[in-house]
């Protein structure tokens, strides 16, 4: 590959890795702040039983806090962007679901917004999320991270 094409990929994926880490770090947030909410959020997917709500609505920020964190600073960026990958396959399915069974909700996705739904304006941002993921986990080289010196 000619070293300016390579340099240019390393570059966006750099870009996408801080910007990955800037969504998922201000998801993460909004989440725990309001853990009430989410957990309201997540039960009005009405795919987990009762018992695993609060279980995943507890612990799914702390991993979108920590993918998010390594995304920032550039440490395990290859199994960062893979867990990012994950969850937006797990989003897009949960929010595709709601919006085929009928299920009128916000995606919870940043905090609590009882006004919104899941419209297909955040499919398609769950689509670029994982784009941007994959794109990351292909080619981030440790450009503009502290990886190399941790």
Excluded: H
């Amino acid at each position: 590959m000619n070293p300016r094409t390579s340099a240019a990929l390393a570059w966006t994926a750099a870009l996408f890795r801080l910007g990955l880490g800037v969504v998922f770090g201000w998801a993460a947030i909004q989440k725990l702040i309001d853990p009430t909410s989410f957990a309201t959020a997540t039960a009005n997917y009405q795919l987990l039983p009762g018992a695993l709500v609060n279980v995943v609505a507890a612990t799914l920020p702390s991993l979108e806090l920590i993918v998010a964190v390594a995304l920032l600073i550039g440490v395990a960026t290859s199994g960062a962007a893979l867990v990012v990958a994950g969850l937006n396959v797990v989003f897009l399915v949960a929010m595709l679901q709601a919006r085929a069974r009928g299920i009128d909700i916000d995606c919870g996705c940043f905090g609590s917004d009882p006004s919104g739904s899941i419209g297909w304006a955040d499919v398609l941002r769950d689509v670029a999320l994982l784009g941007a993921s994959l794109w990351v986990f292909a080619f981030d080289r440790d450009a503009a991270s502290l990886g190399p010196w941790l």
